[in-house]
């Protein structure tokens, strides 16, 4: 069955910190793997899109990782600011004649001054 | 410019009213997405279109009616909505045959039915 699984389901840190969030897949046969981000009550917006070659993707203070061998990926979001509060989606995208993508259900990360 | 616009923002109908959830982008994606998404739920998709044409219609209720006019609009047709509809509900597009196309979303229309 394809799933996404995330972790934490919800995480606080303070203004300034760092944190990383987990994605787990069992998604096949794999396409690609994005983060979004989404603050309530407003629509997805990219953050990155890794493809089974890429390790690392950098976007500003945010940087996914993807290890295709153990269906893993991370997102690090560095020195983080008030704004980085919202759900961060993992998204897994398969191949089934077009693109199937299977959500996971979300961090919801809090920034806190 | 890479904006998927929905209208309305917010719309509040009652169970027996016809109502419509307009999309609108001008990227030259020829997949079009509906997908619906309760609180703290990831969204789920509900209709595809590619090139104008209905791809997958993820087993939705017939009060959910999509049309697609041309390669640039993607409506939503309500039609004796209940309660349990009351979600966000977003539109995406992508280009059709590249397996790493980016989805862009709208903002959502928030629907409540009363």
């Known amino acids: 069955k394809n799933q996404v699984e995330q972790s934490p389901q919800s995480l606080i840190i303070l203004e300034g910190k760092n944190c990383t969030l987990q994605c787990n897949y069992t998604v096949s046969p794999f396409s690609n793997l994005r983060w979004y981000k989404q603050d309530t009550g407003r629509g997805p917006v990219s953050l990155t899109i890794m493809t089974f070659s890429e390790n690392t993707k950098s976007n500003g203070r945010y940087t996914a990782t993807l290890d295709a061998d153990t269906k893993q990926s991370s997102l690090h979001i560095t020195a983080s600011q008030l704004s980085d509060s919202a759900s961060y989606i993992c998204v897994v995208s398969a191949i089934l004649g077009f693109q199937k993508l299977v959500f996971g259900t979300g961090t919801r990360l809090l920034v806190s001054p | 410019d890479t904006e998927v616009t929905q209208t309305p923002k917010h719309l509040v109908m009652g169970m027996t009213n016809k109502k419509s959830l307009k999309c609108e982008q001008h990227?030259?994606?020829?997949?079009m997405y509906w997908y619906k998404q309760k609180a703290k739920k990831p969204p789920e998709l509900m209709f595809v279109y590619s090139y104008e044409k209905l791809s997958i219609n993820e087993s939705v209720p017939s009060r959910f009616s999509p049309e697609c006019p041309n390669s640039s609009l993607l409506n939503l047709h309500l039609h004796a909505l209940q309660p349990e509809d009351s979600a966000l509900y977003l539109c995406?597009?992508?280009?059709?045959?590249?397996?790493?196309?980016?989805?862009?979303f709208g903002e959502g229309s928030r629907l409540t039915v009363l």
């Open positions: 995406a597009s992508s280009p059709v045959g590249r397996a790493t196309g980016e989805l862009f």
């Open positions: 990227m030259g994606h020829r997949a």
